[in-house]
């Protein structure tokens, strides 16, 4: 089983401010890493895929990097609706893989 | 548009019995696979149960194995998720989700609860 560790587990970010996420793999999983975010009492939506597509309708300033076993979220500048928990997940087999714990973004 | 409902939700004892469901609209049902992905109360997400696009092929994680079963209904572009023996563990909220690879569209989401 591939196991996905996120880093860190809390982010206190300024709103404006640049955030970076991690996501490790415990193995290869080439470039199939999906990224969500989840509101306060919403359902998770998809943000990244393919680790660096945005999904419909995401805004620019979310970005995703990496492949093989390291991964990065990053939202340039902090909106007030940025701030919340964001998971990654791998695809690289069927069914889709567990998920990462959690980074929570919130407000410093 | 895409559309994902989930339903059946409740209180149960533990022990118990309860079938959810995830109706959908806006895609082809048949093309895709499906899931259930669960969460508890303030925890992270948890991958539940998967089926293919035609249903031959499904999975479930350990935690629910033999204990749940997932199932779905290509005429009636409805996907289910039979769970027996439940425990205060599965206490969650649960959604149903489709995936073309990745996972695209979530539903919002039915609680069930898990208690005596």
């Known amino acids: 089983e591939i196991v996905m560790t996120q880093s860190p587990a809390t982010l206190s970010v300024s709103p404006g401010e640049r955030a970076a996420l991690s996501c490790r793999a415990s193995?290869?999983?080439?470039?199939?890493l999906a990224w969500f975010q989840q509101r306060p009492g919403q359902a998770p939506r998809l943000l990244i895929y393919?680790?660096?597509t945005r999904a419909t309708g995401i805004p620019a300033r979310f970005s995703g990097s990496g492949s093989g076993t390291e991964f990065t979220l990053t939202i340039s500048s902090l909106q007030s609706e940025d701030f919340a928990v964001y998971y990654c997940?791998?695809?690289?087999?069927?069914?889709?893989?567990?998920f990462g714990q959690g980074t929570k973004v919130e407000i410093k | 548009e895409v559309q994902l409902v989930e339903s059946g939700g409740d209180l149960v004892q533990p022990g118990g019995s309860l079938r959810l469901s995830c109706s959908v609209s806006?895609?082809?049902?048949?093309?895709?696979?499906l899931h259930w992905v669960r969460q508890a109360p303030g925890k992270g997400l948890e991958y539940v149960s998967g089926?293919?696009?035609?249903?031959?092929?499904?999975f479930h994680a350990d935690s629910v194995k033999g204990r749940f079963t997932i199932s779905r209904d290509n005429s009636k572009n409805t996907l289910y998720l039979q769970m027996s023996s439940l425990r205060a563990e599965d206490t969650a909220v649960y959604y149903c989700?489709?995936?073309?690879?990745?996972?695209?569209?979530w539903g919002q989401g039915t609680l069930v609860t898990v208690s005596s």
């Open positions: 989700v489709r995936s073309s690879a990745y996972f695209d569209y």
């Open positions: 806006g895609f082809t049902f048949s093309s895709h696979a």
């Open positions: 089926i293919s696009s035609n249903g031959d092929s499904t």
């Open positions: 193995q290869s999983i080439s470039s199939s």
């Open positions: 393919g680790a660096s």
């Open positions: 997940q791998h695809y690289y087999t069927w069914p889709p893989g567990t």
